[in-house]
Every structure is written in C-alpha cells, then in structure tokens.
C-alpha cells in the first residue's frame, strides 16, 4: 500500500512539474526570461553606484522622459527605439550638467524634466495618436506589458547587444567607478576625470531605462534600480560584495517575478517589483 502511494505521490509531482514548466517552452517566454534576466543584471551593477552618489532620482527622471519620447516615436509612426535611446541619452547629459548647477538645483531640474515630458507625452498621445486604445498603450507604457507573450525577437537581440555593452563598460571602468562613487575629490586629486566618468554613469543608466520599458514600464523602472542595491547595503559593507550581492537579489526577484506573474496572470512589471519588495 504505501508502495502504491508512493508511486503515486511521485507521479502526480511529475506531473505538476511538467507543467509548471511547460510554458518555458515557448520562445517568447524564454525570450521574456533572458530579457529580464539582463535588464536586472544591468540595473543592479549601476543602482549600486546610483544610491550611493545620490543619483537615485535621477534614473526616475529618465524613465519619465522615455516616455514622452515613446510618446513621440508613435506619433511620428517610427521605432520608439530610435526616438527614445538618443533622447535619454541627452536627458541624462543634460540632467548631470543640471546637477551641478548653482542656478537650477539638481532635484528640481530633474522634477521639472520628468514632470513636464510625462504631460507631453501623454498630451502627445492623446491628441496624435492613430490607436484606437491610447488608454492601454499608455498603461503598458507606465506600468510594462500585461503578457509577457509581447517581446519580439528583435527586443531580445537589442537586449542582449547593450547589455553586453554596459557589463563591458562596467568591468573596465570599475576601479575608476568605484573610486568616483566613494571619493570624487580624492578621485579627482588622483588624476580621475571624476565629470567623465559620472557622464558615463549616466549614460549606461539610460540605456538600462530604455532597455526596460518593455519589461516593467518607465514608472517602475526605478524599482530595479533602488531595491537591490539597499536591501545588499544592509547586508554587505564593501562595494564588490554589495554589487555582487544586488545583482543575485535582482536577478532572483526578476525569474521569480516572471514565474509569479506567468502563473498568477498578473501583469509583468509591478509582480517584479513585488517580488523586489519583499
């Protein structure tokens, strides 16, 4: 008898497994998964350096501004790649000069940025747009797919192709990053071109935004920026480890947010974020 039970027991686990995972053999599905698994990679390498150099809202302003500019890109029918990775790209050079500026406070240049282009953005849509649901295509926007089933294969090979930009970016300049992060005087005195290498902080975040406006949405993009890298300083005290450690946190809470979301039916981005939460 409990021969039997057990035979049984160890088929019926079987069998959930086979379909827990059956839908990870879907392309898109697999494709979502990489995807997400490199924007959280991404992310988190450079939130560490974010948080630490009081940047934090400054990736938040961003992400608002990619989406005034995908704003425009469906507007003037063209990739919203196109529009919005130069567009950002720009914001974040102009918002670092900001930063510094004793006329306009960084905070409130960055307030009035992604304020106003959000406004436009949605002003934009709703005036221009051909959709016959701007109300849906701002939502995604905001808040990321519904479905995980939306990624395209050509998002996947974008991803991958700036990822490994920014990880290469990354490991080279590391020292360099991390002695601007810590010590931007000392940095300086030591020869660094401490404004260079915060512009190239910059940069790299912006493309992670643009990278992750399909995945979790441009309001929750800073979510994957800020959650890892705190939670791993309350953890780790060096900056390796603490870099390490966020880029585990964030690229667990993305897979483990994926499978929630894939087995809930919620929506992507704000499962993710959840999951980042706890």
Excluded: W
Aim: aromatic fraction near 8%; hydrophobic fraction near 60%; charged fraction near 10%.
């Amino acid at each position: 008898m409990s021969i039997l039970l057990s035979v049984s027991i160890a088929l019926l686990a079987g069998l959930l497994m086979t379909r827990a995972f059956k839908p990870f053999k879907l392309p898109s599905v697999t494709a979502y998964l990489i995807a997400g698994v490199l924007i959280a990679l991404c992310a988190a390498l450079l939130g560490v350096s974010l948080v630490l150099k009081r940047y934090s809202m400054i990736g938040d302003g961003l992400s608002h501004v990619a989406f005034g500019a995908i704003a425009v890109a469906a507007v003037c029918d063209t990739a919203p790649m196109t529009v919005a990775l130069p567009v950002t790209i720009a914001s974040a050079i102009l918002l670092l000069g900001l930063n510094s500026s004793t006329k306009i406070k960084g905070d409130a240049a960055i307030a009035m940025i992604s304020v106003g282009t959000l406004a436009l953005g949605y002003l934009l849509l709703n005036v221009f747009s051909t959709s016959s649901n701007v109300s849906g295509d701002v939502c995604t926007t905001l808040f990321g797919s519904t479905s995980i089933l939306t990624l395209s294969k050509t998002d996947v090979i974008l991803c991958l192709a700036l990822t490994a930009v920014v990880i290469l970016v990354f490991v080279l300049f590391y020292n360099r990053i991390f002695a601007v992060t810590f010590d931007e005087d000392f940095a300086i005195a030591a020869g660094l071109h401490a404004p260079l290498y915060n512009l190239l902080i910059a940069v790299v975040i912006a493309v992670v935004i643009v990278l992750a406006m399909n995945f979790v949405g441009s309001l929750l993009i800073s979510a994957l920026v800020l959650f890892p890298a705190i939670s791993a300083m309350r953890l780790f005290q060096s900056f390796k480890a603490v870099t390490l450690c966020a880029a585990v946190l964030s690229v667990v809470g993305a897979v483990l947010g994926i499978f929630v979301s894939l087995f809930a039916e919620t929506p992507v981005g704000p499962t993710i974020v959840g999951v980042d939460i706890l």
